[in-house]
């Protein structure tokens, strides 16, 4: 079964930082580009980050450069975020999803149901 | 940054009718790179439709999507009991890729 599941959310202080891990089966992990799309709850989707197939192309939004790193690790079948300097925004539900190809440029086809982050003091 | 602005904010329809919802960009989106998306409550995204107009594996073909350039539109030919939910465009064009805000289809 092709399947995403990702973990590492909880809860953590302005400031702070966590991260967030995604493991991919059932699929050639290397064949695609991933992301990390965020959606408060009750809200709408919000594009985080994301890379190509080997992780040399990556991609930002506003939101988050500077205080976020997205990577992966082909070998072990999985994407990760770096969340740093954490702020009350993040706070939101983080998606791991699969581009229909390589780059990082995509369209996601699969889609993993969440990690869980909450920022408060 | 390309912003995608949708319309209605809510459509209110009974199964059968037909749905059209709007995806405007605030500026031509690259190689129509856009691409539509289901998402009911509790569950994760699905994607629909990517190219603008091509529809992704087991969609069934009351689903279409149109348009290039700067707009784009989804077509729900008979709306069935289950395709009640929110649905988002993305562009996919160039980074970032962003969401419109999202269209409410409800009875």
């Known amino acids: 079964e092709v399947q995403l599941v990702e973990s590492g959310g909880g809860a953590a202080r302005p400031g702070g930082s966590l991260r967030l891990s995604c493991v991919a089966s059932?699929?050639?992990?290397?064949?695609?580009?991933m992301s990390w799309v965020r959606q408060v709850p009750g809200k709408g989707l919000e594009w985080v980050a994301g890379?190509?197939?080997?992780?040399?192309?990556?991609g930002y939004a506003d939101s988050v450069k500077g205080r976020v790193s997205v990577y992966r690790d082909n070998a072990k079948n999985s994407l990760y975020l770096q969340l740093d300097i954490l702020i009350d925004e993040d706070t939101a539900l983080y998606h791991c999803?699969?581009?229909?190809?390589?780059?990082?440029?995509?369209?996601?086809?699969?889609w993993g149901q969440g990690t869980m982050v909450t920022v408060s003091s | 940054e390309i912003v995608l602005t949708q319309s209605p904010g809510t459509l209110s329809l009974s199964p059968g009718e037909r749905a059209t919802l709007s995806c405007r960009a605030s500026?031509?989106?690259?190689?129509?790179?856009l691409a539509w998306y289901q998402q009911k409550p509790g569950q994760a995204p699905r994607l629909l439709i990517h190219?603008?107009?091509r529809r992704a594996t087991g969609v069934p073909d009351r689903f279409s999507g149109s348009g290039s350039g700067t707009d784009f539109t989804l077509t729900i030919s008979r709306l069935e009991p289950e395709d009640f939910a929110v649905f988002y465009c993305?562009?996919?064009?160039?980074?970032?890729?962003?969401f419109g805000g999202g269209t409410k289809v409800d009875i």
């Open positions: 059932g699929f050639k992990f290397e064949d695609h580009g």
């Open positions: 999803a699969r581009g229909r190809g390589y780059g990082l440029r995509n369209g996601f086809d699969i």
């Open positions: 190219g603008a107009s």
């Open positions: 500026q031509n989106v690259t190689n129509n790179y």
């Open positions: 890379l190509n197939w080997n992780g040399d192309t990556t």
């Open positions: 993305q562009q996919y064009g160039s980074s970032p890729l962003t």
